[in-house]
C-alpha cells in the first residue's frame, strides 16, 4: 500500500505524544510491507526541537503553508490511502484539500477525540469540521466505547473506527537499573490534569517526605509549588523514556478531563509504562477495566490515601502482568495491522465508486514517491 499521512508532528517529540505514536505505528506500518510518506507542517516550535529528521522506515518531508502543500497534489491523488491527523495546523483547509484531491481511501485519525468533540460543540476548531468528518471514508479514534457511535449518528461518519495508541516493545522494555523514584508521572503541563497530579503526586509527595518523586514534562507555570523530594525534568527524550520508567518503583498515568468524560481513551504513555513492566496507578475512567484488569494489572486511585497506602507496598508482579498483557495485544504491529484491515475495509465500501487500488491487487508494482 501506498500511504501519505499528514499529521500534527514526526520529527519532534516536544511538547506532544503524537510523534511517538506515529513513530511506532508508521515503522510496525512499513515492517508489513507498506511505502509511507509523512507530510509535516514546518514549524518554528518543532523546527527548533527536533529529535527524528531521518526515519529508517518512511520519507518525511515538510511543507510551510497551504500553497506549498500543492507541491505534493500528484502524491496525495496517487496514494492508495491518505490520513489527516488531529491538531494539524490548518486542518480543516488540509483535510478539505485531501479530499478533493486524493483518489483513494481518506481518513482523519484523531488522537484527540474527546477533545476534538468537546471543541466542535463549542465551534471553535480549525482542524476539523463537522462536513469533513462525513467526507472522510474512515475516521481512526483514539477513543473507542459510545464515542464511536456518536461520530456516525451525530456527525455522519461512514466507518468509526477504534485505532488506541500503542507501544515499540523493541523501545520500551524491562532493564537492570536502580530505582531512583519511588513514583514518577510524565506528561506535559495541562491545567486539566494539574488538580489529578496535585492530589495523586504531589500531595502524597509532601506526606512521604522520605520517598523520591518525579515529575518530567514541559510547559509547568513558574508558580507551582513544588515539594522539596519532588524532581523535576524539563523535557525527556522518548530514547529515555523506558529507563525513566524503570528507574521507577511505580509511575502514574493522569488523564485529560474530556478524555474521562468520554472514557476509553489510553494515553500512548500508559502502553508505554506497562511494556517496561512498571507499576502503574492510574486515575479512574470508564473503559480502561476493558484495558487493564483493576488490582491485578493496574492500581486504580481516586485519592491520596490510596496512593499513599500503595507505595508502602511491592506490587512487581502487578507490573509483569501489565507488561504481559499490552505485548499481546497493544503492540505496534498489533496496531499496524488492525490499521491495514481498516483501511482494506473502507476501500471495501467504496468499491463501487471507484477501480480497486494497487494494494488489493498482490501482482502490482509499488510506486515511488516523489
Known sequence: MKLVLLGLSLSSSWGNGHATTYRALLSAFAARGHEILFLERDVPWYAEQRDLVDPSYCRLAFYSDLADLVRWRDAIAEADAVI?????????????????????????????????????????LDYLTPELIAGYDLYLSFTGGPTLDLLETRYGSPAARPLYCSVDPAAYGTLDIA????????GT?????????????????????????????????????WPANVERIDHLPPAEHAAFYNASRFTLNVTRADMIAA?????????????????????VWPGIGTL?????????ADSSERVIRTLAQDHSALGRAAR?????????????????????????????????PAFLTPTSKPRSLP
Open 84 to 124: 489527516v491527523g488531529s491538531y494539524v495546523p490548518e486542518g480543516a483547509a488540509v483535510g478539505q484539500f485531501v479530499q478533493d484531491v486524493a483518489e483513494g481511501v481518506t481518513a482523519f485519525y484523531d488522537i484527540d477525540t474527546p477533545v476534538t468533540l468537546a471543541k466542535l460543540e463549542r465551534g471553535g
Open 179 to 186: 530505582k531512583r523514584w519511588d513514583l514518577s508521572y510524565l
Open 189 to 225: 503541563y495541562s491545567s486539566d490534569r494539574q488538580p489529578a497530579l496535585e492530589k495523586l503526586l504531589l500531595a502524597p509527595a509532601r506526606s512521604l517526605p522520605h520517598m523520591r518523586f518525579v515529575v518530567a514534562g514541559p510547559q509547568y507555570p513558574f508558580d507551582i509549588d
Open 263 to 283: 472514557g476509553w481513551s489510553p494515553s500512548v504513555r500508559l502502553f508505554e509504562a506497562a511494556a517496561t513492566g512498571t507499576p502503574i496507578i492510574s486515575d
Open 292 to 300: 487493564l484488569e483493576p488490582d491485578r494489572e493496574i492500581i486504580l
Open 324 to 356: 504481559a498483557r499490552v505485548l499481546a495485544g497493544h503492540s505496534a504491529s498489533h496496531r499496524a495491522e488492525e490499521l491495514e484491515r481498516h483501511l482494506i475495509e473502507a476501500r471495501g465500501a467504496t468499491a463501487a465508486l471507484s477501480p480497486a
